[in-house]
């Protein structure tokens, strides 16, 4: 087998090919009609209808079936997710950086400052996820808007561990807002 595609081994021994995850994710890209991260069943017949390929089943059976938060679209992870369903979590992760990459602004932006009207949301959005109102979230308030957000329930320690960067097992406000920095405010 030649170098580039080699299997790739990580977590317990299961092994995924980089290669195919990449072309997947190309398939992915292709089928991404609006270029939003997302298919929907329109997009994904508009997509198969101009590149002459015929479909087995109805798009909206194929939704259903890949659609794991039942939101109406597929969204690369759901993929991942169902074509890799013994993967454990943190092949799931590496997999997923396979097709995008760490960037600079999932880092965080050191110049971001929210605005007082984003603070303020923030602090609505905190208050409604502590729920014991100690002024900060603990793994199982995490997990609880995390899955309101669609992550699934694996990948809340992961979530967890990345956000509580001075380890002190809670999410601080602070914290918080780092986190939703780069994944809705901007």
């Not at 991260?37 to 508009?46: C, M, N, Y």
């Amino acid at each position: 087998m030649p170098p580039a595609e080699q299997k790739k081994t990580f977590g317990r021994g299961a092994k995924y090919s980089k290669s195919e995850v990449i072309a997947l994710f190309k398939t992915f890209q292709m089928l991404d009609a609006d270029d939003k991260g997302k298919i929907d069943g329109a997009g994904l017949v508009r997509k198969l209808q101009e590149s002459g390929k015929k479909f087995g089943v109805s798009h909206v059976e194929f939704i259903r079936a890949m659609d794991i938060n039942h939101d109406g679209y597929l969204d690369f992870k759901e993929i991942l997710h169902k074509m890799f369903p013994l993967a454990t979590p943190k092949e799931f992760t590496i997999m997923y950086r396979w097709a995008y990459p760490a960037t600079p602004k999932e880092q965080g932006d050191p110049t971001f400052s929210p605005t007082e009207e984003q603070l303020t949301e923030l602090r609505d959005m905190f208050k409604l996820y502590d729920k014991n109102g100690n002024g900060s979230l603990d793994k199982k308030e995490l997990a609880a808007a995390a899955a309101s957000a669609g992550y699934d329930p694996e990948e809340v320690d992961a979530l967890f561990e990345s956000t509580d960067t001075n380890h002190d097992s809670v999410i601080s406000f602070d914290e918080f807002v780092e986190l939703m920095q780069y994944s809705y405010i901007q």
